[in-house]
């Protein structure tokens, strides 16, 4: 594999290690079923893609489609804290709507980027390829993301999130509202969603109505292989897990596809992340089967 597509698999995995976190919070700490993710994906594309093509700076565009991915996800939240349905259709239901949400927002169904300025090319300087700034650019938000997540999740507002993922009723018993613990909760992950969703339409050079279908296989994918590779209690490794996740699924797709003995095309994507997703499944309990745990003595 060449530098370049090695570089470009980088790009897209740390782009995807930010809905990994999102899903992270969602479906690890919330003990939340979202699939608003592949409704907020490209709800966060949408809006910074239409912003920008009407003339308007990257950076507030790109702000602006987090403060629309917190809306969804609270959205999710509100349908199923206030109204009482059933998290996984109350997501659904978003998921759904958001559909026509974004077609709303773009006003057809792809908006292209190719020839508008986008945070890449405003922070690019001359003597650096976009190749390379772009990873180097996604490596800092993504640092910049889990460190503030770290941050976050050591403070009382974010323990009492764990809280109410962990054991809702025994949060409840200790005062902890666990209903707008929720709410924030799902506005943060879908925030962190969108604006992967944002970045990813910056580098490709638009978005497109139909570039969130599988988002949330994608991210499960990532902790999943995170939680194998580097298994750990501490949310900081857990964290860190997540994101070497989402690189390294991206890389093992980008390997698979470039390898030419295997054969394999671009169509054959969703086979490839089945197949991933499969193993990194499978792989636990292979391994505590291999390797099981000797008992202390007496």
């Known amino acids: 594999m060449s530098l370049f597509s090695l570089l470009g698999a980088m790009e897209i995995g740390l782009i995807f290690s930010l809905v990994a976190l999102g899903v992270l919070i969602s479906f690890r700490i919330l003990n939340f079923p979202d699939l608003t993710v592949d409704g907020s994906f490209p709800l966060g594309g949408a809006v910074a893609a239409t912003m920008i093509s009407a003339g308007h700076d990257p950076f507030l565009a790109t702000a602006l489609a987090i403060v629309a991915g917190a809306v969804a996800g609270f959205i999710t939240g509100w349908l199923n804290v206030r109204l009482k349905i059933m998290d996984l259709l109350a997501s659904i239901l978003m998921m759904i709507a958001l559909y026509s949400i974004n077609l709303r927002i773009m006003g057809r169904p792809n908006v292209p980027l190719i020839t508008e300025p986008t945070l890449f090319t405003i922070l690019q300087p001359e003597w650096l390829p976009d190749y390379v700034l772009r990873p180097a650019l996604l490596l800092i938000v993504v640092v910049v993301a889990k460190l503030a997540l770290d941050w976050f999740f050591a403070s009382q507002l974010g323990l009492a ?3 109410t993922g962990a054991n809702p009723r025994m949060a409840r018993s200790q005062g902890i509202a666990t209903g707008r613990a929720t709410l924030a909760g799902m506005a943060l992950s879908n925030a962190l969603v969108a604006l992967a969703g ?13 570039m969130g279908i599988g988002t949330i296989v994608i991210g499960l994918a990532a902790v999943i292989i995170g939680e194998t590779i580097l298994p750990a209690r501490k949310l900081v490794w857990v964290t860190l897990a997540v994101v070497l996740g989402a690189i390294l699924y991206r890389f093992f797709i980008a390997l698979a596809l470039n390898s030419d003995f295997i054969g394999l095309k671009a169509q054959d994507l ?3 992340t089945a197949a991933l997703v499969t193993l990194a499944l499978v792989l636990p309990a292979t391994r505590k089967k291999l390797f099981p745990r000797k008992k202390g003595g007496a």
């Open 161 to 163: 999130m764990r809280a």
């Open 198 to 210: 944002a970045l990813f339409a910056q580098t490709q050079g638009g978005t497109d109505i139909s």
């Open 270 to 272: 969703n086979l490839v």
